[in-house]
């Protein structure tokens, strides 16, 4: 016999099924359309609500929260602009593969398909850019579909889903069943394929793996860098996923994409085995498919992956596998094979990384930011998260910061500008006891700057590494390649960051040299709050190519 339901409104049901989920943290920058969810969250004291300041913030920060903490990043903003301007952080998380779940409000069901105020059809726009983009029409319904995205996001290879929720819908007062919380699924690896794999090392001379991507966790990184170690295997990161193993593993051969070491690049292109494990081999990781081509000939790939739509979509893989990350780690780090002799070459890589990752001071260089990297390696602890966005200066990091377990790097692999903010504003509400470090540009950091304010409400300790050129360097290094002494529409005019930091309550030093670089980063260190270190750096070092590659 079905007991009586109690009556709730949608936005009360809304609230309810993301506690059920476990949610403890949200973004939103509030709107009209969804007041009633709103209202349901003043008393929601399990669910802490992060006020943003504009909602490229609001999704950024769900996302780094994603993958800070494998579980769907939340996003709530309005509709029309609200939503346009979230797309941004949607477009990061999906090629990312990170689990979010944006909610947007929406018009009301009766006015649909007139274009009334600021009226967008939702699941069309976010189709291409989303796991899955739908409406809830149906107050009653609000749980289905909750428990759906909760697993679309999570399942195979994470990602983004998108779901509106019409004003009206949200105050329809109805009874519901709840639905239970989604755990995860874990695919278990097939023995019999990491046997096979196992087989084709041992008959590998230069095998090499590429690691990190959906799905991995910090657990599938220990139990890698275990294997890996015990069989000599060099491991390099993709793309801006440094944080895959930790750096001190003593086969880590650094990373792939933009400023790699030549040296790894070649073993790349060497090897006879290649093990992509987690990644996808995309276009940033593989230098546009030609490092590791999508047919490999003369090589032997073995791709493995969570999602069995990623294994054969792009590169042909000798031997797929799908399986969980943390579960195939586990399963070949307890593997046993007397007749697999450990290898050299991961230790060799090593060498050669550490080399790569060593800066040495250049003649003639003002503000030198190889140095300057190596003193806040100095300065700072294994566990500090760095989170950039994009530019040329986030290859100084890239190349010289030794990373420790994920999550230590929090960076789009989409190459969106105006990410690091916003994603260390996330990691100091997240992780209070870890230093949190965003290192930007000054076209990158302006973009959402802005979010200085949410860190100054909520007391947050952060970081601000501000390199400043005066130009959009990236554009600028391509603009002088393509076409040179034609200086167009990369030149910036910046405002004093420093003046800029303070009127958010925190704490500013302009740093002009290299020599300047430390006992400034001692002072930001001996104080808590904001705190922002603002580098000039000339234009025409910055954008010469040459820096980060020998």
Sequence with gaps: MNAKLPTRSGGQILIDQLKIQGVDRIFTVPGESFLDALDALHDADTIDTVVCRQEGGVTYMADA????????????????????NASAGVHVAFQDSTPMILFVGGLDRRDKDREGFQEIDFPAFFGPIAKWAARIDDARRIPEYVARAFRVATAGRPGPVVLEIPEDMLTDEVETADRPAIPPIAQPPCAGAVGAMIDLLKDAVSPVAIVGGADWSPKAGHYFAEFATRVGLPVAASFRRQDAVVNDCPVYAGQLGYGPNPKLQQRIRDA???????????????????????????????????????????????????????EFAEMVADWLDDDLVPFSLGHEAHAEWLEWSTPQPRDGVVMDLGPCVAAMREALPANTIICNGAGNFSGWWHRYWHYGPQP?????????????????VAAALRFKDRPVVCVAGDGDFLMNGQELAVAAARGADLLVILVDNGGYGTIRMHQERDYPDRISATQLTNPDFVTLAQSFGGWGKRVESTDAFEPALKDAMGRSGIRLLHLITDINVITNSKMLKG
């Design 272 to 326: 006879d085995l290649i093990l992509a494990i987690g990644t996808r081999l995309g276009e940033s990781t593989t230098e546009g498919y030609t490092l590791v081509t999508p047919d490999h000939p003369g090589q032997t790939l073995v791709h493995v992956h969570p999602d069995p739509n990623e294994l054969g979509h792009v590169y042909h893989a000798d031997l797929p596998i799908c399986a969980d990350m943390a």
């Design 65 to 84: 929260d994603g993958k800070m903490t494998g579980r769907p990043g939340i996003a709530f903003v309005t509709r029309g602009p609200g939503a346009t």
């Design 408 to 424: 230590t790097q929090l960076a789009p692999t989409s190459g969106t500008m105006g990410y690091g903010l916003p994603a260390a």
